[in-house]
């Protein structure tokens, strides 16, 4: 029914990771290095993440009053720097008066990790066929470690450097 949704015949559509490993018993790294292969010959319904960073980060050169480009990494170092940057863009700057009455802090841990993956909505509402609670691992930085192997992490990184060549985007 999705797949009609989106005017593609039956027949190309493809099932999404959570009904391969329910049909085949296989195990999740497995699942994850056929995912891993697939992505990087593109055979896939959507675009690939490379190609949507790419759209924004060209936008984000060319129209940068309207798209703000924000790194994971970064906002993890310095949460506090970057929720004024990003307020500051929006046009609702954080007045110092704001500030000092621990605005910040209040806004920074409404969006922490935790409160959000422990919202009633994520933990029990379903987006398409995924649960929500899906989105949620650690997040932390180098998570990837838990899911991927060394091998698949530097496949990833080749890929991610042919993505990105040329581009000016340093991941």
Known sequence: MAAKGLGLRPSSAKPGLPRVQAQDGASALSIRCRALAKLARSEHVWTTVWDHVLDYWKASLDKSRKVLFLKYEQMTQEPAFYLKLLAQFLGCPISQEEETAGAVDEILGL???????????????????????????????????????????ERLEQITAQKFHGSGLDL
Do not use: P
């Not at 922490?112 to 066929?129: A, C, Q």
């Not at 838990?146 to 091998?151: H, M, P, R």
């Open 111 to 153: 969006c922490s990790f935790d409160h959000l993956r422990n919202l009633e909505v994520n933990k029990s509402e379903t987006w398409w066929i995924l649960r929500n609670q899906v989105f949620f691992r650690n997040g932390k930085v180098g998570d990837w470690k838990n899911y991927l192997t060394s091998e698949m992490a």
